[in-house]
């Protein structure tokens, strides 16, 4: 079964900046379109940043300029630098893996992002 494992999420300041990090099984991230997603309280999961393997990104426009998506193949680790937070960005942020190739749609538990004073 494949697990990704997120970590980075939290409390803070309006402002403030937040590092997310999303790591997946060596199989996979090499062939992997990696996003992140968010969802908050009431609403439905939505798209905030992809990266593909050859680094190719996509924002939400709500983000752009803000929230930087990356990999780093040698740790098989995909990125969320999340800077000038704001208060609705608060949310669950979940982590994907998926290939149309290959046939496969992974998600992680998802992390608590928190942005309040």
């Known amino acids: 079964q494949v697990r990704l494992v997120e970590s980075g999420g939290g409390l803070v300041q309006p402002g403030g900046s937040l590092r997310l990090s999303c790591a997946a099984p060596?199989?996979?991230?090499?062939?992997?379109?990696m996003g992140w997603y968010q969802q908050a309280p009431g609403k439905q999961r939505e798209l905030v940043a992809t990266i593909t393997s050859g680094s190719r990104t996509t924002y939400a426009d709500s983000v752009k300029g803000r929230l930087t998506i990356s990999r780093d193949n040698a740790k098989n680790t995909v990125y969320l630098q999340m800077n000038s937070l704001k208060p609705e960005d608060t949310a669950v942020y979940y982590c994907?893996?998926?290939?149309?190739?290959?046939?496969?749609?992974?998600w992680g538990p998802g992390t608590q992002v928190t942005v309040s004073s």
């Open positions: 060596v199989s996979i991230f090499s062939t992997a379109v």
């Open positions: 994907n893996a998926r290939s149309t190739l290959y046939g496969y749609d992974h």
